[in-house]
């Protein structure tokens, strides 16, 4: 009898997930399925919302993904099971419009500056295949060389080039700047700042699921949802911003940043911060309040801070704009006023900087697109990565509308110009009516959008990265204390959200069978 009353009284062994992401609410969802009576398990979440960097929202009667937009194939895709758990894939899941649904277009417009279209047989179309067919052998691991991917696609153009007959020196410009262009786009694909600091050996490991990319209609908050409700009431604690991790002993010991100054114990945590809050950490110069960075004590050893130290971690940002048509009346002496043009759709516009039209902001001249959000749409969308990215978010809605404005008006004069032929008839004006951003980068709880492996480091930092402490042989008899998840620590699918409820799912596993 005694016996079993010391096993009835048993304590259950806590865990504490820090972060109710992707990452977190996997491994949240994992351990609670093992049974209730087996863990006690808290998700601690720093902001007022779950998702982490899957957040939904609302803008001229649109459903838009602020962070986590695509789900990078279906076949296998846990994401995609979940959303289809969650009915969020059913068209009438959709009560608004959403991004992206009807995919990828089938028609694109690609112009220079001062608008003159770029001849898509002859100039755009097989720049674009050299582009697609190059990245593709990078992540096939048939690439040629090694060092950053920027350098590579440029090697691949000059050899384009020297092997094309002909071409003047007008054509190479044009297509430099569409190489460039297409540099733009894979800097928003990776959140790699600079494509030269993208290692090209290691996009030979990256791997998608199979089948369709497809964007989410109920909204990518209703994969968060599901995850929630599958967690007993309670399980998600709001507001506790992690601010101590003292981990050196068995019990290991959350401190959090809020007025009561509350501290928790756990026998386990699984950390879910992003690599950003990570390097933000180890920097030696950055205040832990001030910068939502942690303090681990004892500090992370040195072979888990070469791994956060190496690997890259950018910024992407998105931009979506409110168009209104409008078009010049003409110069016979009437109204003066802008008139609205009669719904007209705008253009998915490829831009292809060649110049340097001063009017347009540095910054806008990053991105690769302006394109509406779907079909027919009169809500565009700019994706912006690194230095841009961050600039963007440092400026005033008028100032990004005015750079808006300055860069159609250069993209889209009207009537636009086919180089060596007719015109292509009257294009509106547009005008922007409202824009809506994200702010990865200056959000203390991410600093930043996705992780990427850059020039120096390498997939085994992305494992590096996964490794609990205490580590290896130094653990011993001693139980696991602090775990890893999140896309950074996944070395095949890392800056996905696959990769993200992945590594939570490993964590938990790894912890059942511990117990087992």
């Known amino acids: 009898m005694r016996a079993r009353l010391a096993?009835?009284?048993?304590?259950?062994?806590?865990?504490?997930?820090?972060?109710?992401?992707?990452?977190?609410?996997?491994?949240?969802?994992?351990?609670?399925?093992?049974?209730?009576?087996?863990?006690?398990?808290?998700?601690?979440?720093?902001?007022?919302?779950?998702?982490?960097?899957?957040?939904?929202?609302?803008?001229?009667?649109?459903?838009?993904?602020?962070?986590?937009?695509?789900?990078?194939?279906?076949?296998?895709?846990p994401v995609y099971a979940?959303?289809?758990?969650?009915?969020?894939?059913?068209?009438?899941?959709?009560?608004?419009?959403?991004?992206?649904?009807?995919?990828?277009?089938?028609?694109?417009?690609?112009?220079?500056?001062?608008?003159?279209?770029?001849?898509?047989?002859?100039?755009?179309?097989?720049?674009?295949?050299?582009?697609?067919?190059?990245?593709?052998?990078?992540?096939?691991?048939?690439?040629?060389?090694?060092?950053?991917?920027?350098?590579?696609?440029?090697?691949?153009?000059?050899?384009?080039?020297?092997?094309?007959?002909?071409?003047?020196?007008?054509?190479?410009?044009?297509?430099?700047?569409?190489?460039?262009?297409?540099?733009?786009?894979?800097?928003?694909?990776?959140?790699?700042?600079?494509?030269?600091?993208?290692?090209?050996?290691?996009?030979?490991?990256?791997?998608?699921?199979?089948?369709?990319?497809?964007?989410?209609?109920?909204?990518?908050?209703?994969?968060?949802?599901?995850?929630?409700?599958?967690?007993?009431?309670?399980?998600?604690?709001?507001?506790?911003?992690?601010?101590?991790?003292?981990?050196?002993?068995?019990?290991?010991?959350?401190?959090?940043?809020?007025?009561?100054?509350?501290?928790?114990?756990?026998?386990?945590?699984?950390?879910?911060?992003?690599?950003?809050?990570?390097?933000?950490?180890?920097?030696?110069?950055?205040?832990?309040?001030?910068?939502?960075?942690?303090?681990?004590?004892p500090p992370l050893p040195q072979f888990k801070r070469d791994a956060v130290a190496r690997l890259g971690f950018g910024v992407v940002d998105k931009l979506f704009i409110e168009l209104e048509a409008v078009e010049t009346p003409e110069p016979d002496g009437g109204d003066e006023q802008l008139a609205r043009a009669a719904s007209p759709a705008f253009p998915f516009l490829h831009m292809a900087f060649v110049g340097d039209v001063a009017k347009i902001p540095w910054w806008m001249r990053g991105t690769e697109s302006v394109c509406p959000v779907h079909a027919a749409s009169t809500v565009a969308l700019v994706w912006f990565a690194g230095r841009e990215a961050a600039h963007l978010e440092s400026l005033p809605d008028d100032e990004v509308i005015r750079a808006v404005h300055s860069t159609l008006e250069s993209f889209l004069p009207a009537p636009?110009?086919?180089?060596?032929?007719?015109?292509?008839?009257?294009?509106?004006r547009w005008r922007v009516k409202r824009i809506k951003r994200s702010g990865w980068a200056t959000d203390p709880l991410f600093l930043g959008s996705y992780s990427y492996v850059a020039v120096g480091s390498s997939g085994e930092d992305l494992d590096r990265m996964a490794e609990p402490l205490p580590r290896g042989q130094e653990a011993g008899r001693t139980p696991l204390r602090v775990l890893f998840a999140g896309e950074a620590t996944h070395r095949t699918h890392y800056s996905t959200t696959h990769a993200a409820y992945l590594s939570g799912v490993r964590e938990a596993d790894q912890l059942l069978q511990h117990y087992r």
Not at 87 to 115: C, H, I, K, N, W
Not at 242 to 249: A, C, F, N, T
Not at 416 to 428: D, M
Request: charged content about 25%; overall charge negative.
């Open 7 to 77: 096993r009835t009284i048993e304590k259950k062994p806590r865990i504490v997930i820090v972060g109710a992401g992707i990452a977190g609410l996997s491994a949240a969802q994992q351990l609670c399925g093992a049974g209730r009576d087996k863990f006690e398990v808290v998700v601690v979440e720093a902001g007022c919302r779950t998702g982490g960097r899957v957040f939904t929202s609302e803008f001229a009667g649109h459903r838009l993904e602020m962070g986590a937009t695509w789900v990078q194939g279906i076949v296998g895709s």
């Open 82 to 297: 979940l959303a289809r758990e969650a009915g969020a894939l059913r068209q009438e899941a959709a009560d608004l419009p959403y991004e992206r649904m009807d995919g990828f277009p089938d028609s694109v417009l690609t112009v220079a500056e001062g608008g003159d279209l770029v001849d898509a047989d002859t100039v755009a179309k097989p720049i674009e295949e050299l582009y697609r067919g190059m990245m593709e052998a990078a992540r096939a691991g048939e690439a040629v060389g090694g060092g950053g991917v920027e350098e590579y696609l440029r090697r691949g153009l000059r050899a384009y080039q020297a092997a094309r007959p002909g071409g003047s020196k007008e054509q190479e410009e044009i297509e430099e700047a569409l190489i460039g262009m297409h540099i733009n786009r894979e800097r928003t694909d990776t959140s790699a700042d600079d494509l030269g600091d993208l290692d090209l050996v290691a996009e030979g490991e990256y791997r998608d699921f199979p089948g369709d990319h497809v964007t989410i209609p109920g909204g990518y908050t209703r994969v968060v949802e599901h995850l929630v409700a599958a967690l007993p009431p309670g399980t998600v604690r709001l507001g506790l911003r992690l601010r101590r991790l003292d981990w050196g002993e068995t019990a290991v010991r959350l401190h959090f940043a809020d007025e009561a100054t509350t501290t928790l114990t756990a026998d386990h945590v699984i950390l879910t911060v992003s690599l950003g809050v990570l390097k933000a950490s180890i920097c030696k110069d950055v205040s832990a309040t001030a910068t939502g960075a942690i303090a681990f004590d």
């Open 416 to 428: 636009p110009r086919r180089c060596g032929g007719a015109g292509a008839g009257a294009t509106p």
